[in-house]
């Protein structure tokens, strides 16, 4: 029998632009979404029609080189806002967008805590969330950016298996063990959400907002 690819992560290669994204991101020490993860956020940025998203945690631009090229798949583009509190990691974000081609004016970058800039965000005024920041603050992440979402809209979390190996230490390892489970219970029993746990990278919940 013959099969489309080996793994989920080597049917849809990178290209140039997306292989340099991850050689920034892995030398400035920052893990970026798996090949299937942004495959994933691309064809769901694509299915919603999205041309607002906004991203919690943008690191070097990999996952979010995925949403744009997700929400240009419709052909007229649209805003990605995206929060990190690194600037160096801003820095090389816009390196890869702009070597990818998006216009400074397709991207929003904005610097700071993302409990601190949700709230400032519009209500009900995006296509779609992609939590990507500290797993700690993922239940705040949750409630703020499940209100930001117009119905239709998808939330995603990245990260959302259980990694015994994940880096740091064990007090912290244990906290974002909880907030994981946290947060995977709370989607999976919200009523104004249709949740999918997809089996792509470290696990992506996605969850699409209803009409309620
Ligand atoms: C896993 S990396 C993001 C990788 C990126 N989504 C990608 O796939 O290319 C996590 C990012 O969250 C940022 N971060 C950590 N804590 C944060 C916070 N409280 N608010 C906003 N960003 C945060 C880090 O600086 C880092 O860039």
Not at 48 to 59: M, S
Not at 103 to 108: L, Q, V, W
Not at 115 to 139: C, H, I, N, Q
Not at 162 to 185: H, I, K, W, Y
């Amino acid at each position: 029998m013959t099969s489309a690819a080996e793994t989920v992560d080597d049917y849809l290669p990178d290209d140039d632009v997306m292989l340099a994204a991850r050689a920034r991101a892995a030398e400035l020490g920052c893990p970026a979404v798996a090949p299937s993860t942004g495959a994933a956020l691309r064809f769901l940025a694509t299915t919603v029609g999205a041309k607002a998203v906004v991203e919690l945690g943008t690191g070097a631009g990999v996952s979010g080189l995925y949403l744009l090229r997700g929400m240009a798949g419709r052909g007229d583009g649209g805003v990605l806002t995206s929060i990190d509190i690194e600037p160096e990691f801003h820095r090389a974000a816009r390196t890869t967008f702009r070597e990818a081609g998006f216009p400074p004016g397709s991207t929003r970058l904005i610097l700071g805590r993302a409990v601190d800039v949700l709230p400032r965000l519009t209500t009900g005024g995006y296509d779609m969330v992609f939590v990507d920041a500290a797993k700690v603050e993922y239940v705040h992440y949750y409630e703020q950016g499940v209100q930001l979402l117009r119905p239709g809209g998808v939330i995603a979390f990245n990260d959302v298996f259980s990694q015994p190996n994940r880096p740091g230490d064990r007090a912290r390892r244990d906290a974002e063990a909880t907030a994981l489970r946290e947060v995977a219970r709370a989607v999976a029993l919200d009523e104004r959400l249709m949740p999918a746990l997809l089996p792509v990278g470290s696990g992506l919940l996605a969850a699409a907002r209803l009409a309620v």
